[in-house]
């Protein structure tokens, strides 16, 4: 918010600012398609009818400029990781990551012995909340953007910390 | 020009028909009301199968401690450390299971040699904040020691010097993680 | 509204050409605001329409947990693109990066002015009303390439080329349409169109209704008016970015969400344009006979005209979820094989028959036969 962050006192008036500011945040949370493996597919079935993303403001957008929300779903390789490091870049703040499922939390099956997947994408990136899961069931996925909506709405943006 | 044109009305006519047949399709769905078939989630939680393998749970005192589980892991996601106690009995002291880490392929539960020890539950909510959060505590913890010089202090194979009965509770970390998980 | 103005305080002719002045720039300074701000509210009810109608044809639901039914979710999105970092790419071309989105909104809301909502709530009555919205929307695909050429993206450029000839070529069967269509009221002015459907059960004499041509040049008006728009089935400029990128790739925030508030205002437009030269305008169906006070029935009319816009756009968005997207060389085919070839004809075959029938309809032609 540039001038006015963190610097304003705290009363009735500024959190309450504050709390509408971050109420418009987590209703609108949308997520960039970004879909590498098997967790793409659950990812591609939470935003489908059965279990509807959009009841949450949640919408898909292709590109990072006009996101705020990376869902890591699938493998990452050290070829991958360049990318999704440039990707994450291109996202304006304020900006979130969940990384989803074993793949993203920790390198997943590939875990002792490959030489070629990233293990864990938090090496790169700041994760938020991770789902666990191979693939994680996409109500997990949606538990998961609900705590990352209780996240949201703690933050103070206005308010001094 | 007459075979690009061919069917030129015909294509024209197929044209015409599909779209109003699609719309057709669609506008059943739209305008009739609940045919939708989402399942609103945190509301209404629909029931996994019988062999749904969700988080995994092990009923530490039925364990013996043979760390099948552990050795047959591919990601090495079970920390299995073990003490023998007074009556010559491996005891489990940490047990530890790394959820982000788990592919939940289930070979640790085939490996594992006792009925109902290690197995899986239906549990699937269960996201966190840190990656710490996620690992589950299911060990017993050390054994309380009386206070010894260094010299003496037991090593993993000899029994351990006045420890508790087994049937009373163990102090120790483990204590209220084993509450929490276990349920 | 200058009409409104001179009506209320007429006896400021004779005053200072000062004040005059200044009370005409006070006036257009109201109305604009006015104007702009039912655009935006019909805007901002646009994207959750369009949420609510795609989750009802997908056999799901849309936004419900924001407010109740959902109703704030525009007001949360709204925030929240005003909130975000604002990015301009190091090597982009500064000032048509930054201009072009303001350029794309200014276009698509100045076509709100020559409407005409009732009988005598207006902005402006302007005679060529018509060739006035035609000419400003073509302004968009101006600036959609100014936007894509200053983004320094290589896809952004690919997406505006494909633009600025889908709206170009699309431009044609469109004025072609609406020739066989104004050829029959012999004026552009939007207030006389809606006059001559006047009569006739406020049904029958509804310029779709005219001639079996102007029947056939509503469907061609319909489908290009949607390509204009960058609607599915035709929207491969903005909606590329499903496949690669479109041309609103590099923009963040309200820069964005000013190109995504100006499809919804074309669509307004084009529904508009269809609903006064086809439908009626404001012409209220059955009971435009009956007496009633002036303000009811201005009302009505209000009422009505908005009833079909929204039923026009309600077909918009049913068109979109149900149809695939063409691809580019399919969307130009479309246009100058098919589009273009029947419009041709169905303009002489307009003509030919006001010729004939010297500007009767069908209607007029069979109630002179069967009721004398």
């Not at chain 1, 009735?12 to 493996?37: E, P």
């Not at chain 1, 703040?93 to 864990?120: E, Q, R």
């Not at chain 2, 609103?40 to 939680?45: D, H, I, L």
């Not at chain 3, 056939?216 to 204009?228: D, G, H, Q, S, V």
């Amino acid at each position: 918010m540039g001038v006015l962050e963190d610097r304003l006192p705290e009363n009735i008036l500024f959190t309450t600012v504050d709390k509408f500011l971050n109420w418009s945040k987590k209703s609108s949370l949308w997520y960039m398609l970004f879909a590498t493996a098997c967790c793409g597919i659950e990812l591609m079935q939470t935003g489908a009818s059965r279990y509807d993303l959009d009841r949450f403001g949640a919408v898909f957008r292709a590109t990072p400029r006009q996101s705020d929300l990376m869902i890591v779903a699938g493998t990452i390789t050290h070829k991958m990781a360049d990318r999704v490091k440039k990707l994450y870049a291109q996202m304006p703040s304020p900006k979130y990551v969940i990384a989803m499922g074993s793949c993203a939390n920790t390198g997943g099956p590939f875990y002792k012995d490959s030489y070629a997947v990233l293990k864990g994408v938090d090496r790169i990136i700041p994760v938020d909340v991770y789902v666990p899961g191979c693939p994680p069931k996409p109500e997990a996925l949606i538990e998961g953007i609900m705590k990352l909506q209780e996240r949201i709405m703690e933050k103070k943006t206005l308010v001094k910390k | 020009m007459t075979e690009n044109s061919k069917g030129y009305f015909k294509k024209m006519l197929d044209a015409v028909k599909s779209v109003f047949t699609g719309l057709g399709v669609t506008i059943g769905y739209g305008v009739s009301p609940g045919r939708e078939v989402t399942q609103q989630y945190p509301e209404v939680k629909r029931e996994p199968y019988d062999r749904f393998r969700g988080k995994l749970f092990v009923d530490i005192n039925i364990c013996t401690g043979c760390t099948a589980c552990a050795r047959i892991c591919p990601v090495d996601a079970i920390v299995l450390k073990t003490v023998r106690d007074e009556n010559k009995k491996l005891r489990p002291v940490v047990f530890d299971i790394d959820n982000a880490r788990c592919i939940y392929c289930g070979l640790c539960v085939e490996a594992c040699p006792v009925d109902n020890c290690l197995y899986f539950r239906k549990e699937y909510e269960f996201s966190s904040y840190s990656k710490d959060e996620l690992i589950s505590h299911f060990g017993l913890g050390e054994l309380p020691q009386p206070d010894k010089p260094a010299a003496d202090r037991p090593s993993p194979d000899m029994p351990a010097q006045a420890g508790p009965a087994k049937d009373q509770p163990v102090q120790g970390k483990t204590d209220e993680t084993r509450k929490e998980e276990g349920k | 509204m200058i009409e409104l103005i001179n009506n209320i305080i007429g006896n400021i002719h004779s005053s200072t050409p000062m004040i005059r002045w200044l009370v005409y720039v006070m006036v257009i300074v109201i109305s604009s605001v006015i104007v702009l701000s039912f655009a935006l509210l019909y805007e901002g009810f646009a994207t959750y329409a369009e949420r609510k109608v795609a989750g009802d044809i997908q056999a799901r639901i849309g936004p419900n947990r924001v407010g109740p039914y959902g109703l704030l979710q525009f007001v949360a999105d709204g925030v929240k693109l005003l909130l975000k970092e604002d990015i301009i790419p190091f090597y982009a071309d500064k000032w048509l990066f930054i201009i072009a989105p303001y350029i794309v909104f200014t276009a698509s809301f100045a076509a709100f002015v020559p409407l005409s909502y009732s009988d005598h709530v207006y902005v402006a009555n302007m005679n060529v009303g018509v060739l006035y919205i035609i000419a400003v929307s073509s302004v968009v695909s101006m600036a959609i390439l100014m936007g894509a050429w200053g983004s320094n993206n290589k896809w952004s450029l690919f997406g505006g080329m494909r633009a600025v000839a889908q709206i170009v070529s699309y431009e044609i069967p469109i004025i072609l349409s609406l020739l066989a269509a104004i050829i029959i009221p012999s004026s552009l002015d939007m207030k006389d169109i809606i006059l001559y459907q006047s009569g006739g059960l406020g049904i029958f004499r509804w310029i779709i209704f005219n001639n079996p041509f102007t029947l056939l040049a509503f469907f061609i008006y319909f489908t290009a008016a949607i390509a204009e728009v960058n609607r599915t089935p035709f929207d491969i400029p903005e909606a590329e970015s499903e496949l690669v990128a479109g041309y609103h790739t590099e923009y963040t925030g309200m820069r964005f969400a000013f190109f995504f508030m100006a499809e919804y205002g074309d669509m307004f437009i084009v529904s508009a344009i269809a609903a006064t030269l086809f439908f009626g305008g404001w012409q209220i169906p059955f009971i435009n006979g009956v007496a009633m006070p002036l303000w009811l029935r201005e009302t009505l009319q209000v009422v009505v005209f908005l009833t079909k816009i929204f039923v026009l756009i309600y077909v918009m968005m049913w068109i979109r979820w149900t149809l695939p997207r063409l691809r580019v060389d399919q969307l130009m085919e479309l246009c100058w094989k098919y589009l273009t070839p029947i419009a041709f004809f169905d303009l002489i075959g307009a003509s030919v028959w006001v010729l004939l029938f010297n500007g009767k309809g069908v209607y007029d032609i069979l109630s002179a036969l069967f009721v004398h």
